[in-house]
């Protein structure tokens, strides 16, 4: 079993920053990949950012250049870094974590981001 727990979410103008936090905890040895997710109200989940065990990342095109993901091994934390904020950035944020053991994805509770114009 994994444990994920978010942090950092909160109102912002728009233009503004936050930075999001995700600990794991628990069987974190098989984890290799880590994404954070986002749900806007009557929208489907979508993929915001990945960074895999070899540091390597992706974005979506909506965030590209404007947020970051990092990892912290030592801290067992990945972190999302997102400026210039936009009202459309509005939306639940969810870490996920996938362990080769069992081959399951795992998911934190979320944190509310929102942005304001």
């Known amino acids: 079993q994994v444990q994920l727990v978010e942090s950092g979410g909160g109102l912002v103008q728009a233009g503004g920053s936050l930075r999001l936090s995700c600990a794991a905890s628990?069987?974190?040895?098989?984890?290799?990949?880590m994404c954070w997710y986002r749900q806007a109200p009557g929208k489907q989940r979508e993929l915001v950012a990945t960074i895999r065990t070899g540091y390597s990342t992706n974005y979506a095109d909506s965030v590209k250049g404007r947020f970051a993901i990092s990892r912290d091994n030592a801290k067992n934390t990945i972190y999302l870094q997102m400026n210039s904020l936009k009202p459309e950035d509005t939306a639940v944020y969810y870490c996920?974590?996938?362990?080769?053991?069992?081959?399951?994805?795992?998911w934190g509770q979320g944190t509310q981001v929102t942005v304001s114009s």
């Open positions: 628990g069987s974190i040895s098989g984890i290799n990949d």
């Open positions: 996920s974590a996938y362990s080769v053991v069992g081959a399951y994805n795992y």
